[in-house]
């Protein structure tokens, strides 16, 4: 039973060869229970009238009569008085019946073989054609009483429709069978279809061909394989990508590294020149260490850790934020405003802070000197509301879709000049969606950003 085709055919076959089998048990005992009885019944009737009619007509030798109501399709045995016996019709298969039943035949009782005949579950006992297997009545003759046992001649009354149930038995078997070879085939189909298919993906080849018109079960199934396929080819291809930015970005800190040392080996150089590699090769290299901090925070992130949520004011963290930024906002002489009502969040505060921290810096960052960044934040029906508004650079309308993409940078130029590795909004985004919150990002170039946050009631 390698296969599932195999499989499929043994079993409905033995299902089918087990439901004839209790079928038939059961209808058998259908037949001892309710219509043996009736049988006998219905033949002790036909044994009464073939007496009476003798009996009240007698004008023919009784062999002679029994012999031509015979041809009718009964047989008979005749028992004498003085033991002498005859068979009239087509003989029994066997003769054996006890010497006591014959006597109280001829004693005046009836025989009712039929009825009382033995039966096993498999054996019905309704065509046996045995002389136990008769009703007897006495009848008289001549003054005598002769036993008479009778019983219907099933070959000659049923043996054409015995045949024809015999055939329609076994070519409904055949023909199940056959049918069940082809359909099984038809089911089996579809199953080697994705089993290929599950192969080529194992192979890496992600472009099936797979008929997902089917409305049932396995048309389901190939469509969310196929559903499934394209979503491991869409990640393969997201992580092709992120390999290639991350090493893209590893790359270009180690290139200027490598290049500024070279430079520095140089005796001719001033120790204002000498100093100014050097602080290049530090921004550099702590580039390196933000995107390498940045990269593991998002593969926690990936991962969905379990978050410690609690409840708290994230008014208050707010303030954290700016106070922990204040040199960079002042160096840049960038008016701070703050409109922060209470805010109460379930979250999980070391993540969100780091959140709050990505949108601060970047509008801290993307303002120039002069101008103004707003916080606000306040509850409403729906939840939190955190804006962190800015009077920066702006950004344009065709790079508002692609912002919070991982390693997405507006301006590739300027980001060189600041620790700018394309995370810090995908890393923000991310954990507001931990959150099951939204963020959204409102600009115009030239006159400022705006980024809102709705963080969900619990
Ligand atoms: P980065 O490390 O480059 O800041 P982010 O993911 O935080 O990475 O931001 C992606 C890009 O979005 C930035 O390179 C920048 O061009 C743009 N950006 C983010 N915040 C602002 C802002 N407040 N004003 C203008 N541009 C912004």
Redesign the pocket.
Known sequence: MRTLYVRIIVITMAIMIASAIIAFAVTNMYYQVYLKPENDQKVTQIAKNIESIYEGNNNQSLPAFLTSIADLGYKFHLVSPNGEAKTLGEPFSSMKMEQSDIQAVLNGDIYHGIGNYPWKPFVTGYFDNHLENTIGVPIELNGSTYALFVRPDSMQQFGEMRIFLAVLLILTLLFSFLMVLISTRFVVKPIKKLKEATKKIAAGNYHLKLDVRRNDEIGRLANDFKKMSDSLERTEEKRQEFVSSVSHEIQSPLTSIQGFSRTIRDENLTEEERSHYLTIIEKESRRMSLLSKQLLTLTTLDHEKEMEMIRYDAADQLKEVMLATEWQWQEKDIAIEMDLSPTPITGDPNLLQQAWM?LTE??I??TEAGGTITIHAFRDKTGAQIVVE?T????AKKDLPL?FDRF????KAR?RTRN???????IAKKIIELHRGTIMVD?EPGKG?T?TVSIPNE
Request: aromatic share 12%; glycine share 16%; net charge negative.
């Open positions: 990505n970047n509008a960052h993307y800015d920066g650079i702006g950004i912002l997405y940078k507006v301006d980001s700018s590795t394309g995370l810090g909004l995908s600009s950003s980024f």
